[in-house]
């Protein structure tokens, strides 16, 4: 089994800052991609940003105003959300792209989601 625990949601006011946390535990080999997506009500889900050892990906939408890191050690992935906007509503799913053995595959397990709220 492998669970992905987020932290960090919540309300904050346009214009605000959250931090948003997830650690990944369980039966865990390896990980090559660790982020976010977020989905708002009648909305598809989208990537918000994401990171690997070939990079980091961001969304258009949250570019220079979001940081995503990674603590290798911990299996945790941090997204620091600086100049909050109304838009940014919605819910916040943490991913991992891992394996749970040597010479298994890689596979995508997600997170329950965290409530982030922007009051205009």
């Known amino acids: 089994q492998v669970y992905l625990e987020e932290s960090g949601g919540g309300l904050a006011q346009a214009g605000g800052s959250l931090r948003l946390s997830c650690a990944a535990s369980?039966?865990?080999?390896?990980?090559?991609?660790m982020g976010w997506y977020r989905q708002a009500p009648g909305k598809q889900r989208e990537l918000v940003a994401d990171?690997?050892?070939?990079?980091?990906r961001y969304g258009d939408s949250v570019k220079g105003r979001f940081t995503i890191s990674r603590d290798d050690a911990k299996n945790e992935v941090h997204l620091q959300m600086n100049s909050l906007k109304y838009e940014d509503t919605a819910v916040y799913y943490c991913?991992?792209?891992?394996?749970?053995?040597?010479?298994?595959?890689?596979?995508?397990?997600w997170g329950q989601g965290t409530q982030v709220t922007v009051s205009s």
């Open positions: 990171i690997n050892n070939g990079g980091i």
């Open positions: 369980g039966n865990i080999f390896s990980i090559f991609t």
């Open positions: 991913t991992a792209n891992l394996r749970t053995r040597a010479l298994g595959t890689y596979d995508d397990y």
